[in-house]
Nanobody, 121 residues
Framework: QVQLVESGGGLVQPGGSLRLSCAAS????????MGWFRQTPGKQREMVAV???????NHADSVKGRFTISRNTAKNTVYLQMNDLKPEDTAVYYC???????????????WGQGTQVTVSS
């Protein structure tokens, strides 16, 4: 059993900053790529940023230069530093991780429960 627990969402004014955290716990053998996705009502979930186990990153064009993904591999934790937030960044943000589980064969994909980010004056 593996859980992803997110924290750090909330209400912020345009131009403000927030830092999201997501910690993976459970019977983890190894955590591979981790990432952040977001979704607004009526729209498909979209990738915000991903980071590989080796530290390579990819950010969506809409957040490049404003958001930064990072991870602490030893703690199975991924972060998303969000600066210069805009109203269009308002969404539910979900953590994602690909993990191998002790006692099981293969790589599995897990999602967090989501955390709301609202950018409004």
């Amino acid at each position: 059993q593996v859980q992803l627990v997110e924290s750090g969402g909330g209400l912020v004014q345009p131009g403000g900053s927030l830092r999201l955290s997501c910690a993976a716990s459970g019977n983890i053998a190894k955590t591979y790529a981790m990432g952040w996705f977001r979704q607004t009502p009526g729209k498909q979930r979209e990738m915000v940023a991903v980071i590989t186990s080796g530290g390579s990153t990819n950010h969506a064009d809409s957040v490049k230069g404003r958001f930064t993904i990072s991870r602490n591999t030893a703690k199975n934790t991924v972060y998303l530093q969000m600066n210069d937030l805009k109203p269009e960044d308002t969404a539910v943000y979900y953590c994602n991780a690909r993990i191998t589980v002790l006692g099981l064969y293969g790589e599995y994909e897990y999602w967090g429960q989501g955390t709301q980010v609202t950018v409004s004056s």
